[in-house]
């Protein structure tokens, strides 16, 4: 199986940058596509992100497409979002997660992904 585990969330004041990571570990990483979620306070867990196995290709949310950008280090096993100019509407717990099947290019969706990080907060102050 695949695990993630998540760091670099913290707080940073509108208009600011946070860059997350997503160390991954597992047979199938390199192969799949992986993706960005994020989940507010009483809110349903939301797309954020996702890049294909290769890296060449992505797509994001329309609420932060031009503002994050992700990325991927297969050869270190490690996902990435890059996030800036932050607006408070962007605090939430962040999650990185692994498509294990593959039956979608850049799924959007969470019943997509078989597995998932525990999350690192980001807490975006106005």
């Known amino acids: 199986q695949v695990q993630l585990v998540e760091s670099g969330g913290g707080l940073v004041q509108a208009g600011g940058s946070l860059r997350l990571s997503c160390a991954a570990s597992?047979?199938?990483?390199?192969?799949?596509?992986m993706g960005w979620f994020r989940q507010a306070p009483g809110k349903e867990r939301e797309f954020v992100a996702v890049?294909?196995?290769?890296?060449?290709?992505?797509k994001y949310a329309d609420s932060v497409k031009g503002r994050f950008t992700i990325s991927r280090d297969n050869a270190n096993n490690a996902v990435y979002l890059q996030m800036n100019s932050l607006k408070p509407e962007d605090t939430a717990v962040y999650y990185c997660a692994a498509d294990g099947t593959a039956f979608t290019y850049l799924p959007t969706t969470r019943s997509a992904y078989d597995y998932w990080g525990q999350g690192t907060q980001v807490t975006v102050s106005s």
């Open positions: 597992g047979r199938t990483f390199s192969s799949n596509a």
């Open positions: 890049i294909s196995w290769s890296g060449g290709s992505t």
